[in-house]
């Protein structure tokens, strides 16, 4: 996949709260220390719910981090997935089937 990317979340968060997309281009060989983060608002419910977050990764991305709220309540993550400006995605799903 190319950036910019759009991020969707599926997930149950009985608490929800604060979290952050970090992440680093092909080319980087590190993290920078600031910036290359974008927030993550997550509400509190026990229903199922999707969230989406553009996360503005120019040109190829080598490592995405995704840092959930989990230090006051369970979430639980059923598909992450990523799509490009092209509209190519990458799943995942952890859903059991």
């Known amino acids: 996949l190319t950036g910019p990317l ?36 997550i509400p509190a419910g026990t229903a199922a719910q999707e969230i989406s977050l553009s996360v503005p990764v120019p040109g190829q991305p080598g490592v995405v981090r995704l840092y959930l709220p989990t230090s006051d309540g369970a979430i639980e993550l059923e598909t992450i997935t990523f799509t490009d400006s092209d509209g190519r995605r990458k799943i995942w799903d952890f859903r059991k089937h």
């Open 6 to 41: 759009m991020l969707q979340l599926r997930l149950r968060a009985t608490a929800g709260g604060s979290g952050k997309v970090q992440w680093k281009s092909a080319d980087q060989p590190e993290f920078p220390a600031t910036g290359q983060t974008v927030d993550l608002q």
